[in-house]
């Protein structure tokens, strides 16, 4: 049985909010999952976020993340057809590596690829110096959040590319993982962050290169 929005939840979110919420991605993944299974998500959603600073932005934070897994999990589960390569990167936080990498791919992939980023531990937001970094290259990160690592996540992508975060990604048969040794760009200043920038899109050049034809 679903749950009821508990007191927690509900000083988070209001239950209009939140109800609004679930029938949207009940309206948009109609046929393929049911609205308790959308509405747990959404409570794991809120869970992963308890409250701090991002309050005002919770809602859509709490639609993105949620549609994010439910989207995996149609892909995962073949309710979803796979209409390109879907490649996942992992770092410790989300906050830099992963999502420069996340940003390098979609940006050169135009499309070709579907791309995806969490932290085994996510921060609360991304490194400065890592959204200026990129705003150098043209690629605004702005709306880039950290997310946290989930099964969905690893079980739709066909490539998974960690970066310092151990064990924590699950290993599925059938999928190509590789780890890329680069520096954490977390407490270093622009001018050191933008090295890992670069060796990142050298990287993804051949990453790309490798998985799209023509």
């Known amino acids: 049985?679903?749950?009821?929005?508990?007191?927690?939840?509900?000083?988070?979110?209001s239950k209009a909010d939140f109800e609004r919420t679930v029938s949207a991605l009940a309206r948009e993944f109609a046929g393929m999952f049911g609205r308790e299974t959308i509405a747990r998500f959404v409570?794991?959603?809120?869970?992963?976020?308890?409250g701090a600073t991002i309050t005002d932005h919770l809602?859509?934070?709490?639609?993105?993340?949620?549609?994010?897994?439910?989207?995996?999990?149609?892909?995962?589960?073949g309710k979803i057809t796979r209409d390109h390569a879907e490649v996942l990167f992992v770092c410790v936080h989300n906050a830099g590596r992963s999502q420069m990498a996340?940003?390098?791919?979609?940006?050169h992939a135009k499309g070709r690829v579907t791309v995806r980023s969490a932290g085994s531990?996510?921060?609360?937001?991304?490194?400065?110096?890592?959204?200026?970094?990129m705003e150098e290259l043209g690629l605004d990160m702005s709306k880039a959040y950290p997310k946290p690592l989930t099964d969905e996540f690893v079980r739709a992508s066909d490539v998974v590319i960690t970066m310092g975060c151990g064990d924590a990604c699950p290993i599925y048969p059938g999928k190509r993982y590789e780890d890329w040794e680069l520096?954490?760009?977390?407490?270093?200043?622009?001018e050191q962050v933008r090295p890992i920038r670069d060796e990142l899109n050298?990287?993804?050049?051949?990453?790309?290169?490798?998985?799209?034809?023509?």
């Open 183 to 190: 520096d954490d760009p977390a407490g270093k200043t622009l």
């Open 121 to 133: 531990t996510p921060a609360e937001e991304i490194n400065p110096a890592v959204i200026e970094a």
């Open 59 to 77: 809602p859509l934070l709490a639609h993105r993340f949620s549609r994010d897994r439910l989207r995996a999990l149609g892909v995962a589960e």
């Open 1 to 13: 049985m679903g749950r009821m929005m508990d007191e927690g939840h509900t000083s988070l979110l």
């Open 43 to 50: 409570h794991e959603a809120l869970d992963r976020w308890p």
């Open 202 to 214: 050298a990287r993804i050049r051949q990453l790309l290169a490798g998985i799209v034809e023509g």
């Open 102 to 107: 996340a940003a390098l791919l979609e940006h």
